[in-house]
């Protein structure tokens, strides 16, 4: 365990760098965006936004400083250093003795206790976790704020097939769980007893309901397609509200606040900095900032892309690698680079970010995205 001194200092610099002050509601300027987006004009959708220290200039050492620590505590107490990521939740608790793990896109949970007293408990706070990211702390071992209807609520099943809402029915499936699937291990840190359990088959689609209604916002406001901002989140963080990235990208989208987030303030909010932590883990400002940032390359970055399809997949490729790495692919030279892309074929525009991309995880990311959408049209999310 870190001595007192170290936790101190730690509280310290969690209450600096977590952007806690909160300032009054914000009422978005819809002039802001481009006379080219009749949609955000006309349409009736309240845009207020809850606003969370919105610049934070030393947020990605925060943010490493934060995981660094994380990784002590884990390291001390379970031997390896396991953390939150883009489609995994993973949630410490009771001294780091206890932790919790939800993979988001293979639909299981495991929760494991170094302390055999503290598993019904978990397990409770597992299933009542609730949907709001800014009641749980990822980077502590911070008990979770309970209260607003779980993230799991309709994913998890009980023993008699009915949803978990309340403290009583969820502590009944913890006895059963306790009961019937407990497992337990020997470690090099001491006894560790587990269970294991799924989530229900459909339950990206489930998550992904809970978004339909600021998707269709935000896709009239930017003229996005809700096809292409719901196969974006789904390959970013398949639906999993609480996903953080070791490249400092947070929430649905995984924006990244100094790039991809700083752009949305200067060019769309006409703000100066760039979006907290905090701002950016809540999903109406997370879906909000990824869907303005794909209007921005569609409007400008990548606007001289004549053809409706290879712009598109160009966007697509820009949303993980950046526009500049998109036209790199063709010609170092920009005007070149457009010029190259506007004497192709969309298939052969495809072909060339897939193959061709100077970064071998955005060739990936055009392929799994334009997949997403197939699934989506297709009904399959």
């Known amino acids: 365990m870190l001595c007192l001194k170290n936790r101190i200092a730690f509280t310290i610099l969690f209450a600096l760098i977590a952007g806690c002050t909160h300032k009054p509601p914000v009422v978005y300027d819809r002039t802001a965006l481009s006379s080219e987006s009749p949609a955000a004009q006309n349409s009736n959708v309240s845009y207020e936004t809850n606003d969370y220290s919105a610049s934070e200039p030393v947020d990605a050492l925060g943010f490493e400083a934060l995981i660094r620590m994380l990784a002590q505590e884990a390291e001390v107490n379970w031997g390896d250093s396991k953390s939150a990521g883009r489609t995994e939740y993973v949630k410490y608790s009771n001294g780091y003795r206890t932790r919790v793990m939800v993979d988001f896109e293979k639909g299981r949970v495991h929760v494991e206790t170094l302390d055999k007293s503290d598993l019904n408990h978990a397990i409770v706070m597992t299933l009542l ?14 008990e979770v704020v309970l209260g607003k209807e779980p993230i799991l609520y309709g994913q998890v099943l009980d023993n008699n097939g009915q949803p978990i809402r ?49 998707v269709r916002a935000h896709s009239q406001k930017y003229r996005i397609d809700e096809s292409l901002i719901y196969a974006i989140m789904r390959t970013e963080s398949s639906f999993n509200p609480f996903a953080v990235s070791w490249a400092n990208a947070y929430g ?21 900095g760039q979006p907290s932590r905090k701002y950016l883990f809540q999903p109406w400002n997370n879906i909000d900032a990824g869907t303005a940032y794909l209007h921005i390359l569609d409007n400008t970055y990548l606007k001289d892309i004549r053809d409706p399809l290879s712009r598109r997949y160009a966007i697509i490729s820009a ?61 399959k999310i």
């Open 319 to 379: 949303y993980n690698g950046g526009a500049g790495n998109v036209l790199k692919t063709f010609d170092r030279n920009r005007k070149k680079a457009i010029q190259k892309i506007n004497d192709l074929q969309p298939s052969q525009v495809y072909w060339a970010l897939t193959k061709r991309h100077p970064r071998q995880e955005s060739r990936r990311y055009l392929e799994k995205v334009t997949k997403a959408e197939k699934d989506f049209h297709q009904g």
């Open 129 to 142: 976790t609730p949907d709001d990211p800014g009641r749980v702390d990822l980077f502590s071992d911070t």
């Open 166 to 214: 309340w403290q009583w029915r969820a502590k009944s499936y913890a006895d059963y769980l306790i009961q019937d699937r407990l497992t337990q291990r020997n470690t090099s840190k001491g006894m560790v007893y587990a269970v294991d359990f799924e989530l229900v088959k459909n339950h990206e689609s489930k998550r992904l309901y809970q978004y339909a209604g600021i």
């Open 252 to 272: 649905l989208m995984q924006v990244v606040p100094s790039t991809a987030g700083r752009d949305v303030f200067q060019r769309i909010k006409k703000r100066r």
